[in-house]
């Protein structure tokens, strides 16, 4: 029953701040509206970045592995969370005592707990959670991303409206996703990152971004597979799975059929496909023949022309 009772507490409490949360952005319209305007630092904050402004400040967890607790206040002060006024202990509810008593977890297990913190009001923590990279989380996976992975430092966070947040999708996945032998460690699918830049969707998203377009109005990888809930492809439940493709598709192509979706490699070679292995070593012969047969006409002229000189002479 006291569990019970402190459960049901604990979500009021996170409901009450998510609550606490929303209203403080909706009171922000003006600084939100302006990307580069900084919102006003509170007593409480300043209290604390008068000591976290150091450069070189790090806490040691139980496990020995160091975190940099550097924060920068002009960078805090233009993130969204302080343009939304929010103070240092409304996610560092632990840190009020000082000096700051030393880590009594290892890194993993405050990471964790940070992505719980997030997700007092953010309902997308719940979706995460259900995802392939939160159960892995949960499960004490240090290898696997948390909030502040995809979205950068906490006191960092620019909107994901932004252009160059949805620009630096690809790069933020292929972070991981890029290495062969973490995706071999973890089971899953090697080569996807290669497979989606050598395709049309992954050539056009590269060319706009070395050019800095302004949008990027071609499928990046949360478009397909989500951005919290990610599922394997295997999992009926993913937007990835074969009888969730077509709808997925028709997020981008509203006329997308069957034969449409099924056209995806699904991160493959295009070459593991037998009909277009075969149409593609057929055209490796036919091109090989063709040049060789050049070359060789071009040598047979040459001949011809030096036995024509030698019989004039």
Not at 27 to 39: F, N
């Amino acid at each position: 029953m006291m569990e019970r009772t402190v459960t049901g507490l604990a979500r009021a409490v996170s409901t009450v701040l998510g609550a606490l949360v929303t209203a403080l952005l909706l009171a922000a319209p003006a600084a939100a509206a302006d990307p580069g305007a900084g919102g006003a630092l509170g007593e409480s904050s300043q209290e604390c970045l008068s000591c976290h402004e150091s450069e070189g400040m790090t806490a040691v967890f139980a496990d020995g592995q160091e975190l940099d607790v550097h924060v920068d206040p002009k960078t805090f002060a233009s993130s969204v969370h302080g343009r939304a006024g929010l103070e240092c202990d409304a996610c560092h509810a632990d840190a009020g005592e000082y000096p700051h008593p030393a880590p009594s977890k290892s890194l993993p297990v405050w990471r964790l707990e940070q992505q719980q913190t997030c997700a007092w009001c953010h309902s997308e923590g719940e979706d995460f959670d259900l995802g392939a990279h939160g159960r892995a989380l949960t499960r004490g996976d240090p290898y696997v991303p948390s909030c502040t992975t995809c979205h950068g430092d906490a006191h960092a966070i620019a909107p994901v409206a932004n252009a160059q947040f949805r620009a630096g999708i690809v790069d933020t996945c292929a972070r991981c996703h890029g290495s062969d032998e973490l995706m071999r460690k973890h089971g899953v699918m090697t080569g996807t990152v290669s497979s989606y830049l050598a395709e049309f969707h992954g050539l056009t998203a590269s060319l706009l971004e070395e050019e800095k377009a302004a949008s990027i109005p071609v499928a990046v990888c949360s478009d397909c597979h989500g951005a919290h809930r990610i599922l394997p492809a295997d999992d009926p439940h993913s937007s990835v799975y074969v009888t969730n493709l077509v709808a997925t598709c028709r997020k981008c192509h509203p006329q997308a059929t069957e034969a449409f979706a099924a056209a995806w490699t699904m991160h493959r070679s295009p070459e593991s496909h037998p009909l277009v292995r075969a149409i593609a070593w057929f055209y490796r012969i036919v091109t090989g023949v063709a040049v060789a047969g050049f070359f060789g006409y071009i040598g047979l002229e040459l001949a011809r022309g030096r036995a024509q000189g030698r019989g004039g002479r």
